[in-house]
């Protein structure tokens, strides 16, 4: 099973302040790589996918890019409605896996 | 407006069986794949099995697999999950989702429901 590690576990940012998250894969996935937001109460929502293409309707301030096993998720500008879990999630093999999660939270 | 919504959740005993089902609109259901994730309270998401729109292949974590069954009925525009021998480590928020595009082979989910919530307990 491929495994991903996410991290921080928490990242406390200002609104404003520029986000990096990362997710590291324990062997190749290609690029198949996805990004999603949760916010408490909520069901998921796919951001990007493939690394780096948006999905429908997410503003540009998210982008993902990838370098080998390592992939980021950058938000550039934090908007309040930002403050959330982010999880990555691979599709390259079976099962399907998930990261543990990085929880971004007003400093 | 694309819309999945699930039902079925509830209490079940250790050992026990429930049928999850989650009811699709506003897409061709029998072109896309379709799967389960769940998240145990207060914790990650964890994928639980997947189907392709014909039905001609499932997938299952290995947490669920013999004990889990996915189907799907496209006349009726609705997916299962039947749930036997039920553990305590079952107990999660159950969401159904569709797969982004499985043609490609693109796995990822574009659209979850609600969820609905599975208490395994005595």
């Known amino acids: 099973e491929i495994v991903l590690t996410q991290s921080p576990a928490t990242l406390s940012l200002s609104p404003g302040e520029r986000a990096t998250l990362s997710c590291r894969a324990s062997?190749?996935?290609?690029?198949?790589l996805a990004w999603y937001q949760q916010k408490p109460g909520q069901a998921p929502r796919l951001l990007i996918y493939?690394?780096?293409n948006r999905a429908t309707g997410v503003p540009a301030r998210f982008s993902g890019s990838e370098s080998g096993t390592d992939f980021t998720l950058t938000i550039s500008s934090l908007e309040p409605e930002d403050f959330a879990v982010y999880y990555c999630?691979?599709?390259?093999?079976?099962?399907?896996?998930f990261g543990g999660g990085t929880k971004v939270e007003i400093k | 407006e694309v819309q999945v919504l699930e039902s079925g959740g509830g209490l079940a005993q250790p050992g026990g069986s429930l049928r999850l089902s989650c009811a699709a609109s506003?897409?061709?259901?029998?072109?896309?794949?379709m799967s389960w994730v769940r998240q145990a309270p207060g914790k990650g998401l964890e994928w639980v099995s997947a189907?392709?729109?014909?039905?001609?292949?499932?997938y299952y974590a290995d947490s669920v697999k013999g004990r889990f069954t996915i189907s799907r009925d496209n006349s009726k525009n609705t997916l299962y999950l039947q749930m036997n021998s039920l553990r305590a480590d079952d107990t999660a928020v159950y969401y159904c989702?569709?797969?982004?595009?499985?043609?490609?082979?693109?796995?990822?989910?574009?659209?979850w429901g609600q969820g609905t919530l599975v208490t395994v307990s005595s």
């Open positions: 989702a569709r797969v982004l595009d499985s043609i490609n082979w693109r796995y990822y989910f574009d659209y």
């Open positions: 506003g897409f061709t259901f029998s072109n896309y794949a």
């Open positions: 189907i392709t729109g014909g039905s001609d292949s499932t």
């Open positions: 062997q190749s996935v290609s690029s198949y």
């Open positions: 493939d690394a780096s």
């Open positions: 999630q691979q599709r390259r093999d079976w099962p399907l896996t």
